[in-house]
């Protein structure tokens, strides 16, 4: 009897020592936040644990959604044994490992392999689960944070069904960070005050993160003066700025984060909007990338101001040297003067266009030689029909122009660039209609 009480007390230790999210982990699909495009009535994974019948699937959306969290409800509500391997660190044999099981007395109703980070498989790994997965061996569930359509292996891909996890609303943040402090309450037998705003400010700054959200309602309950006696601990807003800082930055550098957010910075100078413009900048140099966002202004300046305004090329690149020789957190002005800069401008695509059909040309191999009158050559060969280069040196004229044929015949009469409708543009058309004529 004493052994089963100390084995019991050391089981409640080891609980207690887990992180509270992993205490927390629902296991019940009506107490999982979120998704509910997913779990809400009539939902596609709702009507999938009601049908008993579990097909393979693929979860795709950013950590902390409850991913690992559902395929855990789904092995439980199937009666499934669930093995959960990490493509991080997991191989082949593990796999056929977990295979072994499979009608055995561990797995009388089958086994759901729940493969996380699918994407760090490689090829021949993710072509060695088409076997199991294709004779109903295993029920996979891969999960993943990169866009699966990019990073799972296209035979794999096409016997799973995907579905989309998303970044769970602070709203629906908020039954869960209840349930987490009435947790904490108990683990310390105490009751807490919790300022007002506490709740909606982790809620707002982890980001659409569940996981992280309990994990700062644990550091605020860590972080908080220990009451004394028939006190209550009082959770302040103050302290959950400080636990907060910077959970709501998602931003992995070779994830779909990082390209998404670099899209959305520049589209939004393009779209000429500094609101947006400024956001998304301040999202990427909170993140520590300020080279990327560095690239991101100077292309757009080119590209997408481009003639309207030729001048917005050096004070870009000034204000880019800028900030790269001053570094944060000063560099955020002269890279804030940019970005509004480049989305309040006129805009034109027009050079980009126009290299674009030179560039469709050559590669359908529309090229040609030379014009004669344009090669770098001083004499001419016995072979030469007509001798002499006949090149006409546009000084020499008046307005500092003359007709003559600058591309190769093949494309003698092709236009490429089409002045925009800008007025700096359109100021240099009727400059040249002018002279031209």
Known sequence: MCYTVATFFRECEKIMAQPLAQRMRPTSIDDVVGQKHLIGENAPLRNVIRSGHLPNMIFYGPSGTGKTTLAQILAAATNRRLHILNGTNA????VRAVIGEVNTLAAPNGVLLYLDEIQYFNKKQQQALLEYIENGTITLIAA?????????YSAVLSRCTVFEFKYVKPEEVLPALERGFDEM?????EEFEIEDGVLMHIARGCGGDVRKALNSVELCVLSS????????RFISLEIARAVTQKTAIRYDREGDEHYDLLSAFQKSMRGSDPNAAVHYLARILEAGDMPSACRRLMVCAAEDVGLAYPMIIPIVKAAVDMALQVGMPEARLPLADAAILVATSPKSNSAYLAYDAALTDIRSGRTGPVPRNLQNKHFDGEDAEVKGQFYDYPHAYPNHWCRQQYLPDVLKNKTYYQFGENRTEQAAAEYWDKIKK
């Open 91 to 94: 191989s082949i044999a593990d």
């Open 144 to 152: 993943t944070t990169e866009n699966p359509y990019f990073y799972i």
């Open 185 to 189: 309450a108990a683990q310390f037998g």
């Open 225 to 232: 003066a220990i009451p004394s006696d028939n006190e209550k």
